[in-house]
Nanobody, 122 residues
Framework: QVQLVESGGGLVQTGGSLRLSCAAS????????MAWFRQAPGKEREFVGG??????YPDHANSMKDRFTISRGGNTLYLQMNNLKPEDTAVYYC?????????????????WGQGTQVTVSS
């Protein structure tokens, strides 16, 4: 079993920045693809981006790649969010799946963190 713990959410003004972290622990065998999703009130869950463990490069959702940067150090995933907008307000979740296969479907991830709230005030 893999446990994911997120940190770094909070309240920020429009144009501000936040950095989220997600630490994976537990029984990690082989590579682990780690990703960020977000879900705003009344909206569907949305893929933000992910990072392959084996080959070491990120996958970013096109709509956010100019402001959001995903990086990874070992089994800790980071999400640097700059120039935040009120529409970025959501609960941000860390997710992981075994192997190095990229997927934007949340249903394909076996492990999830508890989520961290990001609120951007106007």
């Amino acid at each position: 079993q893999v446990q994911l713990v997120e940190s770094g959410g909070g309240l920020v003004q429009t144009g501000g920045s936040l950095r989220l972290s997600c630490a994976a622990s537990g029984r990690i065998v082989g590579n682990l693809y780690m990703a960020w999703f977000r879900q705003a009130p009344g909206k569907e869950r949305e893929f933000v981006g992910g990072f392959r463990g084996g080959y070491g490069y990120p996958d970013h959702a096109n709509s956010m790649k100019d402001r959001f940067t995903i990086s990874r150090g070992g089994n800790t995933l980071y999400l640097q969010m700059n120039n935040l907008k009120p529409e970025d307000t959501a609960v941000y979740y860390c997710a992981a799946r075994e192997g190095d296969t990229y997927s934007i479907s949340g249903d394909s991830y076996s492990y999830w963190g508890q989520g961290t709230q990001v609120t951007v005030s106007s």
